[in-house]
């Protein structure tokens, strides 16, 4: 089974500057898709960046992009110029192509990120 | 366009009694989820449902039940709540495998289920 690793439980940021979280994941599969979600304190579940495996290009979305690593299985997200509205529980996802196309998420713990003015 | 909805926002029970969590959406999308969000746990898949009339388990199916009547709607049933379902519900959706821009799942705001 697929299994989705946030070694960070919690990461701090000053206002400003950079941050990134890390993920890694564990899969068999060649075809997949990776997501950063964040979960500000009104629970809402928000997507921040998503990543096709098969593009070796890293995904970008104005101040957040990801370093994607394949061979490594590895999937960072990186905040620059941290704002205080960026704190919030950010999870990494997981999800195969699957036969039948969209296949379920696959979730890590998340990490707590704190930004500090 | 409401996206995804979830009735009711918080709900508590007692052991033993049972209910059932509503979630619509309004974007014409095949699949839906549900996950539940337990402390330093992430998320989890219960069931989901690749269309109307399909129901799947997911990761965590055991004391739930789905229904899928409707396009538009999915439904979560507890038949006999335990305090181990204590939790926040989430409800997603996203389009099948050949509707064109098909990989984001679209969450709802969540159902917080207090289980005494």
């Known amino acids: 089974a697929q299994t989705v690793t946030q070694s960070q439980p919690e990461m701090s940021v000053q206002e400003a500057e950079t941050v990134t979280l890390s993920c890694t994941y564990d899969?068999?599969?060649?075809?997949?898709?990776l997501f950063w979600y964040k979960q500000p304190p009104s629970r809402q579940m928000i997507l921040v960046i998503r990543?096709?495996?098969?593009?070796?290009q890293n995904a970008t979305e104005n101040r957040f992009s990801v370093n994607f690593q394949k061979a490594a299985k590895s999937f960072s997200l990186k905040i620059s110029d941290s704002q205080l509205g960026d704190a919030a529980m950010y999870f990494c996802a997981y999800r195969t192509e699957g036969f039948s196309g969209n296949t379920p998420l696959v979730f890590g713990k998340g990490t707590r990120l704190s930004v500090i003015a | 366009n409401a996206g995804v909805t979830q009735t009711p926002k918080f709900r508590v029970l007692k052991t033993g009694q049972s209910m059932t969590l509503l979630c619509a959406q309004d974007m014409n999308h095949e699949y839906m989820y549900w996950y539940r969000q337990d402390p330093g746990m992430g998320l989890r898949l219960i069931h989901y449902?690749?269309?109307?009339?399909?129901?799947a388990k997911g990761e965590v199916p055991d004391g739930y039940n789905v229904s899928r009547l409707k396009k538009q709607n999915f439904l979560l049933g507890l038949e006999s709540a335990a305090p181990s379902q204590t939790s926040v519900y989430f409800c997603?959706?996203?389009?099948?495998?050949?509707?064109?821009?098909?990989?984001?799942?679209?969450f709802g705001p969540g159902t917080r289920l207090l289980v005494l």
């Open positions: 449902s690749v269309g109307e009339g399909t129901t």
């Open positions: 899969t068999s599969e060649s075809d997949y898709y």
């Open positions: 990543q096709e495996a098969y593009k070796q």
């Open positions: 997603a959706s996203s389009y099948g495998k050949d509707e064109g821009y098909q990989e984001t799942q679209y």
